[in-house]
């Protein structure tokens, strides 16, 4: 038995891939494109190891995904691939909309030609499942209750209304070819392998480095945020006792604003690799650090910026049985700790073109 996996080699991806291998005993199949957020040094664990089959490649070129599907015919394909950064689709939306919309609508075409030709009961079995976000139901105001699956879609930035069109597309397959689908739409991830373009690691990456901790606006949106592991065990979850054609939101019941998220940060640092034993120096003032807070800096807001994001994830609990392991506490803590420990993987992900995007978003000073 063999699953095809997309986008594995980005940061959730990844973490699937990395469990996947050590939990099942089940061959996966990784198609990436490896844009700059893909990164084969986050599965260089794996090497060697006969149930995983890297394979460079793009989910928009039909013809490759088809020759992948008869080589390897999977059970199930399971679509992470997307283009996942916010602020990258306010700069630049056209990638957005080539891997987010049309590359699912051509992943779709092949794997929907694939699953027509399987026998009984290999195409009452098939999945396709689709790896989607939170963000597709636009902002919650702070007394409105948190996202059901029945939520209108309203998404406002152009990230969340590509992956919105992605869903309606695997939505349209399953009511119009009875492509067997299941769609999971999740909160904030954090963890091991998390790009530092986002909130989490740019946050540690910039105090080790005593560079400014950007806060767009007032700081007081709100993210639910998810350990990422938690997300891949929900993923399995829904993989294996899903209903198709249902959509599952997976989240942990973390509300927390972007300051507090800043502020529990530091705190973390302070503790764990003081600023003072490693002689940090503030980038923008030439003076040693004391303390992490210190280099935080309240800058121009995002614009369109969501206010709030919640899951109510009682659907999948009461359905699947699932519920997140890690607390926000344990999972943050973990976080940090791969941080520091991994040093070698965050230099080898911050290239030149790392420092670009920085200088573009940031300003040329903090690249
Ligand atoms: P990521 O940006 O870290 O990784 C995306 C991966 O997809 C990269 O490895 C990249 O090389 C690959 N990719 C991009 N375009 C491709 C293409 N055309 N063909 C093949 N591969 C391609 O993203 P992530 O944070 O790991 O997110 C994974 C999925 O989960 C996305 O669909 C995202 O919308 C969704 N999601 C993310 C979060 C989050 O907090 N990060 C939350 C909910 C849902
Ligand atoms: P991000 O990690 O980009 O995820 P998303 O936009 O998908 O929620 O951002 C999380 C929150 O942190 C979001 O409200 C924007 C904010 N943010 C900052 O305040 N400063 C930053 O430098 C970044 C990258 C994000």
């Known amino acids: 038995m063999t699953i095809l996996v997309t986008g ?63 080589e390897y015919r999977p059970r ?6 997307a283009e996942s950064h916010v602020d ?14 049309v590359g699912t609508f051509q992943l779709l075409e092949a794997v929907r030609g694939y699953w027509q030709g399987l026998e009984e009961p290999g195409r009452m ?14 902002s919650l105001k702070t007394d409105e209750p948190a996202f059901t699956e029945g939520h209108q879609y309203q998404p406002n930035s152009p990230y969340s209304a590509t992956k919105a069109a992605s ?12 492509l067997p689908v299941l769609t999971t739409n999740c909160s904030n991830n954090y963890g091991p392998f998390h790009f530092p373009e986002k909130l989490i690691p740019l946050i540690i990456v910039n105090a080790l480095a005593g560079k400014a901790l950007p806060v767009y606006g007032d700081g007081q949106q709100i993210r639910d945020w998810l350990f990422v592991e938690d997300h891949c065990s929900g993923i399995r979850r829904v993989l294996e006792a899903g209903t198709c ?36 120096i503030n980038q923008a003032t030439g003076k040693p650090v004391e303390h992490y807070a210190e280099l935080i800096t309240y800058v121009a807001d995002r614009p369109g910026h969501d206010r709030r994001y919640a899951i109510d994830a009682r659907k999948i609990e009461r359905e699947l049985g699932w519920k997140p392991a890690e607390t926000f506490e344990s999972g943050i803590r973990k976080t940090v700790n791969w941080y520091l420990a991994n040093q070698e993987w965050v230099k080898g992900v911050m290239d030149g073109s790392y420092r670009d995007w920085v200088a573009l978003q940031y300003g040329a000073s903090n690249a």
Not at 10 to 30: H, K, P, Y
Not at 88 to 101: A, E, K, L, M, Y
Not at 167 to 178: E, N, P, W
Request: with cysteine; net charge negative.
């Open 8 to 70: 594995g080699a980005g940061f959730i991806g990844a973490n699937f891939v990395l469990n996947w291998v050590s939990q099942m005993d089940e061959m996966i199949v990784n198609l990436d494109k490896l844009t700059y957020a893909g990164n084969l040094q986050s599965l260089s664990s794996l090497k060697g190891d006969p149930k995983h089959v890297f394979v460079h490649g793009d989910i928009g070129d039909r013809p490759a995904v088809q020759k992948l599907l008869a």
């Open 76 to 81: 199930a394909v399971l679509n992470f691939a």
């Open 88 to 101: 990258r689709s306010i700069h630049g939306p056209q990638g957005f909309v080539d891997t987010n919309i």
């Open 125 to 138: 079995e098939f999945r396709f499942l689709h790896v989607s976000t939170d963000e597709v139901y636009g």
């Open 167 to 178: 869903d309606h597309l695997v939505r349209a397959y399953h009511h119009t070819y009875g």
């Open 245 to 280: 054609g249902e959509t599952y939101n997976i989240g942990g019941w973390n509300e927390k604003a972007n300051i507090d998220i800043v502020r529990t940060l530091c705190g973390l640092l302070d503790e764990l690799a003081p600023a003072i034993t490693r002689n940090v």
